[in-house]
């Protein structure tokens, strides 16, 4: 168990919608990063928020944006859906004091159709 | 540029084989972090273990064990005496001092009982 967990764990959308993905980790994980997960392919970093500031970011559109809460949840927002958006979206949290290392949720499948 | 290589895509075994999975990375950097993540099935990555660059000793937990060489840029994963339950995708990742993850594309352990 990590204690991160992530709502919904599937969704279906359609081409231009707008979804927004949850997440919620422990007291004092305060830094909360994003990955998407193609099919078949390694998790690739969307960004990162550490105490509600994004504070690094992949090479992802603008349209993907997000927000982290005082309480230790965060949000991943996606605009205008595309085909390529379905992925598994994942969830990190990095305890302080833990390092590097991050603690991964169950994650969110998304399909856009 | 940071690049993590899993050039095994899918290994095969038959229960109680032993197991090695290949990890190369590419790094400019003198500090950095190694990692090995597991996703089963279920979709969540499980951290496995996360070595830094100046640590250089092999580790051994349970039926798994890390070899971790500089010289070569490797960070090889064996599973010894494997079970149908180590059946999952396996990440190596590398990250910095900005925690972000790169990933290599996993290789998937299939065994066989």
């Known amino acids: 168990e990590t204690g991160v967990t992530q709502s919904p764990t599937h969704l279906i959308k359609t081409r231009g919608q707008q979804v927004t993905l949850r997440c919620s980790s422990q007291?004092?994980?305060?830094?909360v990063s994003w990955y998407q997960q193609a099919l078949g392919q390694g998790p690739q970093f969307i960004f990162q928020y550490y105490r509600e500031e994004e504070n690094g970011r992949g090479n992802f559109p603008p349209r993907f944006s997000g927000l982290q809460f005082p309480n230790y949840s965060s949000e991943l927002n996606v605009n205008a859906l595309e085909l390529d958006d379905s992925a598994l979206y994942l969830c990190a949290s990095r305890p302080e004091g833990a390092g590097n290392t991050q603690y991964f949720g169950p994650g969110t499948r998304l399909t856009v159709l | 540029a940071q690049k993590v290589t899993q050039a095994q895509t899918e290994i095969s075994v038959v229960e109680k084989e032993d197991v090695t999975l290949d990890c190369v990375y590419e790094t400019r950097d003198t500090t950095y972090y190694l990692f090995w993540y597991k996703q089963p099935p279920s979709g969540e990555l499980v951290f496995l273990i996360r070595r830094n660059s100046f640590d250089e000793q092999n580790e051994i937990s349970g039926r798994y064990s890390w070899n971790f060489q500089k010289s070569t840029s490797s960070f090889n994963f064996t599973i010894t005496a494997s079970q149908v339950v180590d059946s999952a995708v396996y990440f190596c990742a590398l990250s910095f001092n900005d925690y972000k993850l790169s990933f290599g594309a996993g290789t998937t352990v299939t065994v066989r009982a």
């Open positions: 007291s004092g994980h305060n830094t």
